[in-house]
């Protein structure tokens, strides 16, 4: 198989009947959308709901009454962090926040008369370099070498592997990232699992250019990833990105992905007793775990981080005022990793800071999380309040591997 | 025979660029080495006095006319042609920057041979000239040999310490006959100087940049004296702009500026990830901040251990001191 | 208005660059182009000016690997029309590659004359030469470098042009067209465009591509003798004392450089 292409797709092919604002009433879930009762819940149960122009339910009047136009030519959706709030309690059950926002932002990106400069670089670098930072590919798989344990490279060594470890961007470039992917490979290891990782082929998934915006772009990234996934034998996949995960569960099958596939938590949480034999170092911490998007509200995966966390030996658990299915979003998704310049010129709060005052108040030292987008997001906020002698930002993968004894 | 060393004086709006000085430096240590003599070249429209500041050279060129009062590159490359035919100079050293560019190009097609652009360094070997210049942002150096003569060669600011080129001798001027026209199709209208206004920190040599280990905003004010102590502007990480002791137009980062000072001067930022990307091709970087490991240091040509508001005060002082010993020298 | 652009792919330095076995050249097997980055803001520029005064923009590069890519972008952002010119021999010095391109411009039909030849001020491997300056003396049109506006009066056939001095002083020149710029900024950021845009793009339009008979310029070419990476630091040297020592220190470290 040759290599895939660098950049653009070679072969443009249209992906079998994907939804648009066009064909919307030729799917059950675009019809969905317009059984929308007006009620204004998507609209109050929003973190940014006050500032947005058109939240969710101005978006759907503005569909029917066939104003559209005025919705695309509006900033308003910069303010969308694809936290699924809206969708989540939505008493009609629409899928907002996967079916009709991206249509939307993706319009809305053809007409926003400024593209906020980082934003820009972020889906430039994606198409190019395979991730927002603009970091060389070849530098993907550097932090295996501070691993500590061995991490086998799929194009180094094809043979055959239970697990393929889906790394992602921010765990592979990001110091704080590479510090997740140590202890998760070092919680593999401990476990005897067979894993792999795709190192310097692998790409981003290609969510984040879903939720913000820009559908060839995603296109492209899913096609890539396709002919490296057909390159190797693995029974399943897991990932440390719950965005990664979106994608791969969500979209990817339109193109054929039949693979299985789970985030990290709750594929370790599976080995618990193992784990519990493992977890020898009392680690006295008192930890408030914040539930991502997407691994919370989208997919229900409430209880596995908690169980790994209380499976530490030490460990006091307190949970914040917004928990679960009410977790407030750290403001990464949607694009917003790349528009806090923007919200800073607007004078809008940033929902990280807002997030980090509620965990501060559990009293509780270790904010733990479970996304790769929130390490980085909660650690500034922390520094921005002031707070940071007084609570740190980890992993659940860099807790667990803290607790064994190594 | 092999002819002199030239060097391309750059002179803008009256005055002597400081790379002028760093080329003198560096062409007197070739024309030294070549055996030949340094000969300092001066265009302009009224520029005679500035020849007495060129002694580093043997003997200054004045080339004065009242087409060569601003800086239009044909025009120039025009009034170097027939002197350069005429005097065959072994090598000419033209600065590269914002006032000079193009000329070296345009001056080498006119001769019908090439230039070597990008020189960080340049030194005679065997009585040949092997230059060292800079490619791909810094990535790569490339070691080149001009066969051409006279070798053209594009010089780039810092290649030697200006004070090496500055001396009190005062040179012999000859003023040279200038054949040249004001360019038909180009012409000159007028400078638009800044506006006053909020600084726009790309653009500025020297930056103090201010992070949290300033601890209060108070601090900044000591920050931006030492900034102006040293001809340059205050800029800052995020956090310190987040917080309101600067204004947005001054964060450095990946969600903010991009800087390429010659010196960037980090007081009390720790070197996150995000603000590096915004400053990491720096020419110069010093660090100061108390934490040993923090990531900077592995940015920073120079680091200093130490508490921020310690320091700051005493190199500024230190700064000025200096330079009031310049300016009465 | 017609408007050329001329956009040409250098390495991309996000990459590590190697150097290649004959010690004199850049491996090619990580080697990944990029367009010049300048050129992009003379193309941005090129955008502009169609959109306020109405016309055509041509862009035309060497041909390179990745110029495809770069190419059917600049369709997609609204280039008219894009030529690449073979090459053949493999990877052309700024110079050497000015004068292909130059040489087959007046033999593209209908190209030239154009109004306006837009560049990039310079760019990362410009070793041998500036491509603006380079051009304007080969097809004898006047230049200017270094230039961050440009309003054009069609009627009288001028550009007014704001070009970059230091210290953020600029300076206003009047150019009469045909002209050819070197842009170092356009007047507005790079667009974005979306990549759908970019695959319809290579769907619906071409890239034509032009033979080029070998060029032999006058002379000049350059020889590298060594090309090697230049020392890199890994951490700061830590400077030890008193604050006055150390500001001692820190004061020789600048006066070398010249920065007090």
């Given at each position: ?10 072969q443009?092919k ?7 604002l ?6 059950p879930e675009g019809r969905?959308?317009?059984?929308c009762?007006?009620?204004?819940t998507?609209a109050?149960?929003?973190?940014y ?16 009454a066939g104003?559209?136009?005025k919705?695309?030519t509006?900033d308003?959706?910069?303010e969308?962090?694809a936290?699924?709030?809206c ?7 629409i ?22 400069a ?8 994606k198409?190019?370099?395979g ?57 593999l ?8 990782i ?13 939720l913000?915006?820009e559908?060839?772009?995603?296109n ?7 002919l ?12 440390s ?7 791969f569960?969500y ?9 299985n596939?789970?985030?990290v938590?709750?594929?370790?949480a599976?080995?618990?007793?193992q ?7 009392k ?17 229900n ?8 966390l209380q ?18 979003c750290c ?9 806090d310049t ?7 709060e940033?929902?990280?800071?807002r ?5 501060i ?26 707070y940071?002698k007084?609570m740190?930002v ?12 190594v | 025979?092999a ?6 004086a ?22 030294t080495?070549?055996?030949c ?8 429209h ?12 043997d003997?200054?060129?004045c080339l ?14 025009q ?9 065959s100079?072994?090598?000419?050293l ?8 193009g000329?070296?190009?345009?001056l ?8 070597v ?31 051409q003569?006279p070798?053209i ?17 005062v ?9 040249v ?5 180009i012409?000159w209208?007028?400078y ?22 300033l ?25 310190v ?10 964060q ?6 991009v800087v ?9 930022i720790?070197?996150?990830p ?33 508490d ?22 | ?6 956009l040409?792919m ?11 076995a ?32 109405t ?12 110029v ?15 030529f ?32 306006l030849i ?16 380079l ?7 006047p ?6 506006k440009?309003s ?12 970059e001095?230091?210290?953020g002083?600029?300076g ?9 710029l ?8 790079p667009?974005?465009v ?21 060029v032999?310029d ?22 030890r004392?008193s ?15 010249g920065?007090?």
């Amino acid at each position: 198989m040759g290599t895939a292409s660098h950049n653009i797709a070679t072969q443009s092919k249209t992906l079998p009947c994907e939804m648009t604002l066009e064909n919307l009433t030729e799917f059950p879930e675009g019809r969905r959308v317009l059984t929308c009762i007006q009620c204004g819940t998507c609209a109050g149960t929003c973190p940014y709901g006050e500032l947005m122009q058109y939240p969710p339910r101005r978006i759907i009047g503005m569909l029917r009454a066939g104003e559209l136009e005025k919705v695309f030519t509006s900033d308003s959706l910069l303010e969308c962090v694809a936290c699924y709030a809206c969708t989540a309690k939505c008493p009609r059950g629409i899928d907002l926040t996967g079916v009709l926002l991206p249509l939307i932002k993706e319009q809305v990106l053809l007409h926003l008369p400024v593209m906020p400069a980082e934003l820009q670089k972020a889906l430039e670098n994606k198409l190019r370099y395979g991730n927002p930072m603009g970091e060389s590919p070849r530098k993907r798989a550097a932090w295996v070498k501070t691993a500590g344990v061995p991490v086998r490279i799929l194009s180094e060594d094809p043979r055959p592997a239970e697990v393929l470890w889906y790394v992602e961007c921010y765990t592979s470039y990001h110091p704080r990232g590479q510090d997740n992917a140590r202890a998760t490979a070092r919680l593999l290891h401990a476990l005897g699992i067979d894993f792999a990782i795709l190192g310097n082929e692998e790409k981003c998934a290609g969510e984040c250019g879903r939720l913000s915006w820009e559908r060839g772009l995603y296109n492209t990234l899913m096609e890539y990833n396709m002919l490296v996934f057909a390159k190797y034998q693995f029974k399943m996949i897991v990932t440390s990105c719950p965005h990664a995960y979106d994608a791969f569960r969500y979209r990817y099958p339109i193109v054929g992905f039949k693979y299985n596939i789970s985030p990290v938590p709750p594929f370790l949480a599976q080995y618990l007793p193992q784990l519990k034999v493992l977890l020898k170092r009392k680690l006295g911490y008192t930890i408030t775990y914040h539930d991502s998007c997407c691994l919370g509200r989208h997919n229900n995966l409430y209880e596995e981080p908690r169980a790994l966390l209380q499976a530490i030996p030490g460990v006091k658990l307190v949970e914040m005022v917004h928990n679960r299915v009410n977790t407030i979003c750290c403001g990464g998704g949607g694009g917003g990793m790349w528009l806090d310049t923007y919200y800073k010129t607007k004078g809008i709060e940033r929902l990280s800071e807002r997030r980090v005052k509620e965990a501060i108040a559990t009293g509780a030292d270790v904010l733990a999380v479970a996304c790769p987008y929130e390490v980085s997001r909660f650690e500034d906020a922390l520094k921005v309040l002031g707070y940071e002698k007084k609570m740190v930002v980890r992993d659940i993968t860099e807790l667990l591997a803290e607790a064994i004894e190594v | 025979m092999a002819g002199n060393v030239w060097v391309i004086a750059e002179q803008w709006r009256g005055q002597l660029s400081e790379i002028t000085y760093e080329v003198l430096a560096l062409g007197k240590e070739l024309a030294t080495a070549l055996g030949c003599d340094l000969q300092a070249v001066l265009l302009g429209h009224n520029v005679k006095p500035l020849a007495a500041s060129l002694g580093k050279a043997d003997s200054v060129l004045c080339l004065d006319h009242s087409a060569l009062a601003t800086p239009v590159a044909e025009t120039f490359a025009q009034a170097l042609m027939p002197i350069i035919r005429a005097r065959s100079p072994q090598a000419i050293l033209m600065p590269l920057t914002n006032v000079s560019l193009g000329v070296a190009s345009l001056l080498a097609e006119e001769l019908g041979i090439g230039c070597v652009n990008f020189c960080r360094d340049v030194r005679a070997v065997d009585g040949s000239l092997q230059t060292r210049s800079v490619l791909y942002g810094g990535k790569m150096e490339a070691i080149v040999k001009p066969a051409q003569r006279p070798a053209i060669l594009g010089i780039l600011p810092g290649v030697r310490p200006p004070d090496e080129g500055r001396t009190e001798t005062v040179p012999p001027v000859e003023d040279v006959t200038v054949d040249v026209q004001e360019s038909s199709s180009i012409r000159w209208k007028r400078y638009i100087e800044p506006e006053i206004g909020d600084v726009d920190i790309s653009k500025q040599e020297v930056l103090v940049s201010v992070g949290r280990g300033l601890q209060s905003p108070d601090n900044v004010a000591v920050a931006a004296e030492l900034a102006e102590a040293l001809g340059g502007a205050v800029c800052g990480s995020r956090p310190v702009i987040d917080q309101g002791w600067l204004p947005l137009s001054r964060q450095v980062g990946k969600s903010g500026v991009v800087v390429k000072p010659k010196l960037y001067l980090a007081a009390g930022i720790s070197g996150a990830p995000e603000h590096v990307e915004g400053m990491k091709n720096s020419e110069l970087i010093i660090a100061i901040n108390t934490d040993e490991q923090a990531p900077i240091f592995h940015v920073a040509q120079y680091g200093i251990a130490a508490d921020v508001m310690d320091l700051l005060p005493a190199l500024t002082e230190a700064v000025r001191s200096r330079k009031e010993v310049k300016s009465h020298a | 208005m017609k408007i050329i652009v001329v956009l040409k792919m250098v390495p991309d330095v996000v990459e590590e660059l190697e150097v290649a076995a004959d010690g004199k050249t850049l491996d090619s097997e990580f080697l990944r182009l990029i367009a010049n980055e300048l050129d992009a803001q003379a193309l941005e520029e090129a955008l502009l000016l169609k959109e306020k005064y109405t016309g055509t923009v041509t862009v035309v590069s060497l041909d390179a690997p990745e110029v495809d890519d770069a190419l059917f972008t600049a369709l997609a952002k609204g280039a008219d029309q894009a030529f690449k010119i073979a090459d053949g021999s493999g990877a052309l010095s700024t110079r050497a590659g000015t004068y292909r391109l130059a040489q087959v411009l007046s033999t593209i039909q209908g190209l030239l004359p154009a109004d306006l030849i837009l560049t990039g001020a310079q760019a990362n491997d410009d070793l041998d030469g500036l491509t603006a300056p380079l051009i304007s003396h080969l097809l004898r049109l006047p230049q200017l470098g270094i230039v961050t506006k440009v309003s054009v009066d069609t009627a009288a056939g001028v550009a007014t042009v704001l070009r970059e001095f230091p210290g953020g002083v600029r300076g206003e020149y009047e150019i009469k067209l045909p002209a050819v710029l070197g842009i170092q900024a356009a007047e507005k950021p790079p667009r974005y465009v979306p990549v759908a845009k970019v695959l319809a793009a290579m769907k619906s339009q071409a890239i034509q591509s032009v033979p080029a008979p070998p060029v032999a310029d006058n002379g000049g070419s350059l020889q590298i003798e060594e090309m090697a990476k230049p020392e890199v630091t890994e951490h700061a040297q830590m400077l030890r004392g008193s604050p006055e020592e150390i500001a001692d220190q820190l004061c020789e470290i600048l006066a070398a450089r010249g920065l007090v």
